[in-house]
């Protein structure tokens, strides 16, 4: 106490004196102040003190207030402010000086604290004295609050096996600069994770700093199942605040979780659809654990062989073939002899073998006879087989019926072998088929019959069909020559033209002979009087631009003879000997008029020549 307030006391002593003897029995001083109070750091709080007096005659007129804090852990009390009727001190050299203020009216005292601290938690005494009234306090407690920091959560970076016997640690949590100490709760996908031995468990470190803050850090310690590799981690930090209790949730976090391997996939990763032999095939095998193992693989049919395989999980086969066909299975490296632990599947290289014809190569047949052939490809799918002649379909199926052969059946035979589902698959094979038989003349006559004016030429055309190649020859009848002036040949046609000059009625004779047999063609020629000497007609047969030609020829001789003839009935053209007509009368009928044409022989070749190339012949 300072000298001041003890100097002002020992001068109040008497009246005190007095005034407790005058009102001792008759007046008692009550206070009523709250339980607790509640404040932010940083912020002001406000303690009220209420009192009054029962006293039968009157209140007393001296009333002293003052405010104590208790020191903390101890018993002892500082007081911080003082007050009566005179004055309001508030005591120097304590944590409050500056920091206070206090109000009263005769009914309550309220204590005014600015800028709370930590320090402030402590608990506040309001003591009333009376006088003779007597003394009463009463005491408040104040909390302070501070706001700790988010919570911040990290989850272990390395993997957690689930063959881990204990505990693993999952992720810790912190959270500073709190007061009072605020709590750490761990949830898994949202639902709370209590302490449970063998399998949870949450270490809690709590530390506080000199200023007085909490800073909170907590360890999830968790026996991971394979079920929790998609779980989510969280922690919540819950804080007191003034009148309630606050929370703040972290992030969530999700741990890497090792589980051996339980299933295994194989699959063919490639070539989609359908396998046919020379392609590459890529196997791919794939399990459910974690980290993903390296796989072995091998066939069903080989099972203590492994096959290479260059990633690890993919299985490469190139090029294969129908060998490789089988049921392929792998296995992880850490299934450690657990064979059910597999994954496999059924791998069918299809194919197509080089069809194969039969009757083989050629195949020779006699005119008029029936062949089979056959066309058949090994695959391991469905075919459909078509026949093929000089580019046009002839037949479909595996078997070609020939009827009634030809030569036009004569010829290179291909079926192409296709397989409908997987194009890609598909042979061909071919036969040559020939047509063997006696000669077999062209045109639809056998016998021809012709009329030519004599001294002219006519073309006789031979032509015949046959294998082996017939030969063609001529007889003539009357010792009448010829000359070829046509020879031509293939691998079984023959064509021959010879020129015959006409002298007298005769008969020609187109032998075709092979080693199969004879055909003959018959060329009857009867020869007319020449009326003019235009260039004689000479046909050839198997033309049609030579008979319009000769058509023409014709008629122009026609209309020419008749000119002559009338010119000379006229006698307007003279007889000669050479070069000249000559009419000779011995009977005066109509029937005996006979109208001669000379001309070279070597014009008349020459006409006939053009002729059967096709061109009109000149009138000579």
């Known amino acids: 106490m300072s000298p001041l307030h003890l100097q002002k006391t020992l001068l109040l002593l008497p009246l005190l004196f007095l005034t407790l003897l005058h009102h001792s029995a008759w007046a008692k001083v009550e206070v009523q102040v709250e339980e607790s109070v509640e404040a932010y750091l940083g912020d002001s709080a406000q303690i009220t003190c209420l009192y009054n007096f029962t006293d039968v005659e009157s209140e007393p007129r001296l009333v002293m207030i003052q405010w104590f804090v208790r020191v903390s852990g101890s018993s002892s009390r500082i007081r911080i402010f003082y007050g009566d009727g005179d004055q309001q001190i508030v005591d120097n050299n304590t944590d409050y000086s500056g920091r ?10 309220k204590l005014s604290i600015q800028d709370v601290r930590l320090q402030d938690e402590r608990e506040f005494l309001c003591q009333i004295n009376g006088l003779s009234a007597g003394n009463a306090e009463g005491r408040t407690h104040l909390r302070v609050f501070a706001t700790p920091e988010a919570p911040l959560i990290e989850g272990v970076s390395s993997g957690i096996s689930v063959t881990n016997e204990l505990p693993s640690k999952v992720a810790s949590c912190e959270t500073r600069n709190g007061f009072p100490k605020p709590n750490i709760t761990w949830y898994r996908n949202g639902s709370p994770l209590n302490s449970e031995p063998g399998h949870v468990n949450v270490l809690i470190l709590v530390t506080r700093d000199s200023s007085g803050f ?3 850090q907590s360890t999830l310690e968790y026996k991971v199942l394979k079920e929790d590799k998609d779980s989510q981690f969280t922690c919540e930090l819950s804080f007191f605040v003034p009148g309630a209790i606050r929370t703040a949730e972290s992030s969530s976090v999700n741990v890497t979780v090792h589980y051996p391997t339980t299933m295994v996939e194989l699959w063919k ?3 989609q659809g359908l396998v046919k032999e020379g392609e590459t095939v890529e196997l791919r095998c794939q399990g459910d654990g974690n980290p993903p193992q390296p796989f072995t693989f091998s066939r069903e049919q080989e099972l203590d062989v492994d096959l ?9 086969l190139s090029p294969v073939s129908r060998k490789d066909s089988g049921i392929y299975q792998c296995r992880p490296l850490d299934s450690e002899g657990n064979s059910d632990v597999k994954g496999e599947m059924q791998l069918t290289v299809h194919y197509l073998d080089p069809a194969v014809v039969v009757p083989k190569e050629s195949e020779v047949m006699l005119r008029g006879e029936e062949l089979t052939a056959t066309c058949n490809a090994l695959s391991s799918l469905k075919t459909s087989t078509v026949w093929y002649k000089d580019g046009k379909h002839v037949g479909t199926g595996n078997t070609l019926h020939l009827k009634d052969a030809t030569y036009q059946t004569t010829g290179e035979y291909i079926c192409e072998v296709t397989v409908p589902s997987l194009p890609a698959l598909h042979t061909s094979g071919s036969v040559n088929i020939i047509v063997q038989g006696g000669p077999q003349l062209v045109g639809s006559d056998q016998d021809v019959q012709l009329e030519e004016a004599a001294g002219r030429t006519v073309n006789l055309s031979c032509e015949a069909r046959g294998r082996p190649l ?4 001529w007889s003539l009848s009357s010792s009448q020559s010829y000359q070829e002036v046509v020879s031509r040949s293939n691998d079984h046609e023959a ?7 006409v002298t007298a009625d005769f008969s020609a004779v187109c032998n075709a002979s092979n080693d199969l047999g004879t055909e003959s063609k018959t060329f009857s020629i009867r020869a007319i009087p020449r009326l003019t000497s235009a260039t004689p007609f000479s046909p050839a047969e198997g033309s049609g631009i030579i008979i319009v030609v000769i058509i023409l020829s014709l008629l122009l001789l026609a209309i020419l003879g008749s000119v002559l003839y009338f010119l000379h009935k006229k006698g307007k053209i003279p007889c000669g000997r050479s070069g000249k007509q000559e009419i000779t009368k011995e009977k005066t009928t109509k ?8 001309s070279t022989t070597k014009t008349e070749d020459t006409v006939l020549l053009k002729a059967v190339n096709g061109d009109k012949p000149n009138d000579q």
């Open 269 to 271: 990763d490639s070539p």
């Open 591 to 598: 029937d005996d008029i006979v109208v001669e044409m000379k």
């Open 308 to 316: 290479e395989s260059s990633h690890g999980d993919v299985l490469t």
């Open 214 to 216: 909490f800073s909170v």
């Open 470 to 473: 017939p030969s063609l020859s």
């Open 495 to 501: 064509l021959s033209v010879v020129s015959v000059l």
């Open 100 to 109: 206070i203020e206090v109000t009263s009216d005769g009914r309550e005292s």
